[in-house]
């Protein structure tokens, strides 16, 4: 009976182990293969460019390629379903972005839910858009581009990349807490957003840093406040929305996350990875030329971000009555 019994006892530890070790030489093999990275978004712009960095820093760090693969269309749901519905084993990750909490309220029928169905790895960026008006507004200030708005009521065009999009967010965030009436004018991208602000036939965008900085500092643009809760170190002088409008707070960002399922040890060493590169001098300095501070963490961290990144860009795009099919 004792032997039995230490019999059985050896076998219940080692069945205790066997899945631990296998998790532990699981985490220790990946990756064996080529890895995806999945962008909802074109080559070219700075989304794409982060994921290039990225996964240039991941390919040196542990030894396979990281493969950037743009699957633009939908605000960026094509992807994210893309990935939603690969093996959870690793090998096909989402380049996540601001958009995804947007779009999880924008869309009347998605095909998955963002906050279920994909597994948090890692934070990556995080940067402010910046509040530019034309050359023709009056105001020189924020509180005087909210006075000059008020006044009239309608008047004021806001261009934004497109309904939902960031800037479209940020700029609805804005008229919510300071009560002013602005149109909103959608184009599709940014580009030609800006390109009819300096013209004059829109009067403000809360434009991403990098589509707009140069005209700011070839002055045929105006800056008037920065989105982030700081102030931007690359505009010094420039204040934010919030010491005006306390409170207010619109950041663009982007991370790295997996499909639901995938499995805790491969994402703890993605994670490793990408704060090892955060971390990385010249990587941060990549990434702050491209308007974005680093986003360090855990796979907690991440996630309880993304819970309330979600949570309050669902109130806004309510707010704003903004809806795509």
């Given amino acids: 009976m004792r032997l039995f019994r230490r019999q059985f006892l050896h076998f219940a530890v080692g069945a205790v182990a066997v899945p631990a070790v296998s998790r532990v030489a699981r985490a220790q093999a990946y990756p064996s293969r080529p890895v995806r990275i999945i962008v909802g978004f074109a080559p070219g712009g700075v ?28 605000g960026g749901n094509i992807a994210t379903e893309a990935v939603v519905r690969a093996a959870a084993d690793g090998y096909t990750l989402l380049l996540a ?42 105001a020189k200030t924020l509180p005087e581009f909210i006075a000059y708005a008020k006044a009239n009521p309608g008047a004021v065009n806001m261009a934004s990349a497109g309904t939902g999009s960031g800037n479209h967010m940020f700029g609805e965030l804005f008229k919510a807490m300071t009560g002013v009436n602005m149109v909103h004018v ?27 900085i140069e005209y700011i500092k070839a002055a045929r643009l105006r800056a008037l406040a920065v989105t982030t ?6 505009l010094p002088d420039i204040p934010t929305v919030a010491e005006f409008v306390p409170g207010y707070e619109a950041s663009t960002w982007t991370g790295i996350g997996a499909p639901r399922g995938t499995p805790a040890e491969i994402v703890e060493k993605l994670n490793d990875a990408v704060n090892a590169g955060l971390a990385d001098a010249k990587l941060k300095g990549q990434l702050f030329d491209l308007g974005a501070t680093v986003l360090p963490g855990s796979p907690v961290d991440f996630a309880k971000f993304l819970v309330e990144e979600t949570k309050k860009w669902g109130d806004v795009v309510k707010f704003s009555g903004a809806k795509v099919e």
């Fill in 47 to 74: 989304t794409d460019i982060m994921a290039r960095l990225m996964g240039q820093w991941l390919a040196e760090r542990l030894g396979q390629p990281f493969i950037i693969e743009n699957r633009p269309g939908a």
């Fill in 97 to 138: 972005g601001g958009n995804d909490a947007i779009n999880a309220a924008l869309y009347r029928k998605l095909n998955f839910n963002f906050i279920r169905d994909i597994t948090p790895v890692a934070g990556i960026a995080i940067g402010p858009n910046v509040v530019v008006v034309s050359l023709s507004v009056p």
């Fill in 186 to 212: 959608p184009y599709r991208g940014g580009a030609p957003a800006i390109t009819d602000l300096i013209a004059g036939q829109v009067q403000v965008n809360f434009s991403p840093l990098p589509t707009s």
């Fill in 229 to 234: 809760a700081s102030r931007w170190p690359g």
